[in-house]
């Protein structure tokens, strides 16, 4: 089932603050995807904000990160659970801040994980979706100031399909024998990985609306083909 912690996007006016370019959704979207499936990191514009970073997220460093595993204090390491030795998680302190966050500043910046460089929080309004529960509020806070340009041609109609993506996904949940996750950041990821299913139901335009049990099929079809999510992608957990 779904987290009822996954809630639609709330849409919260930050006082004071700006709205910040999401750049265009169709190349956004094109470049998310590519990341996802390179592992490249994501070029986030995040500016001063630093809200992942104090939001409980673990951290999982691979055994290959050695420059990351240079430069955390072996003590704040601990065995990834489910995953093979050597894999490790970092903690957050009580208030839910990563103790490499020293002076509101990452203090291993260059050296980060990979965790972090793929970390893009605008999946979370892409999808229609919170951050999380409460303890992610002050990056869903932050979720509305974030403004994608639609002027790329089918860009309003690809972003509506991924936020019907991620409403399908949610609201069938048990149609998929437990494998929607119950993650936002994963359950986000997923609805950019299936929605092509959503916009070619859009697209048709003869008029057909498919059934329930045809979606759930293309869906699981769009898995198969290696649309899966990847729990090791994309994040903080
Ligand atoms: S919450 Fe978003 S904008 Fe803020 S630091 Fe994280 S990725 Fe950047
Ligand atoms: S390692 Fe740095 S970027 Fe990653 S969560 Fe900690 S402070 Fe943030």
């Not at 603050?17 to 390179?38: I, K, M, N």
């Not at 139901?201 to 759930?216: H, Q, R």
Request: include cysteine; charge should be negative; glycine fraction near 8%.
């Amino acid at each position: 089932m779904v987290s009822d912690d996954v809630r639609l996007f709330d849409v919260v006016e930050v006082t004071g603050q700006q709205d910040l370019p999401a750049g265009s959704f169709v190349s956004w979207l094109r470049d998310t995807r590519r990341a996802l499936a390179t592992q490249h990191g994501a070029d986030v514009p995040c500016g001063e904000c630093n809200a992942c970073c104090r939001s409980s997220y673990f951290i999982h460093i691979t055994p290959e990160e050695t420059e990351a595993l240079a430069h955390i204090p072996k003590d704040l390491l601990f065995a990834a659970p489910g995953r093979p030795e050597g894999n490790v998680i970092m903690g957050f302190d009580e208030e839910g801040c990563c103790p490499m966050l020293i002076d509101d500043k990452c203090s291993i910046y260059e050296h980060r994980p990979l965790t972090c460089r793929n970390y893009d929080c605008r999946i979370f309004p892409a999808a229609g979706i919170s951050a999380g529960d409460e303890d992610k509020d002050l990056i869903t806070q932050h979720l509305s100031r974030w403004k994608f340009d639609y002027s790329d041609e089918h860009g309003s109609m690809q972003h509506s399909a991924v936020q019907a993506a991620a409403k399908f996904l949610r609201e069938h949940a048990g149609s998929f024998a437990g494998e929607v996750p119950s993650n936002a950041t994963q359950l986000a990821i997923l609805a950019i990985r299936v929605h092509q299913v959503f916009l070619n139901f859009d697209d048709d335009g003869t008029g057909f609306v498919p059934s329930i049990a045809e979606i759930v099929t293309a869906v699981k079809a769009a898995w198969e083909a290696g649309d899966k999510p990847d729990a090791s992608v994309g994040c903080h957990q």
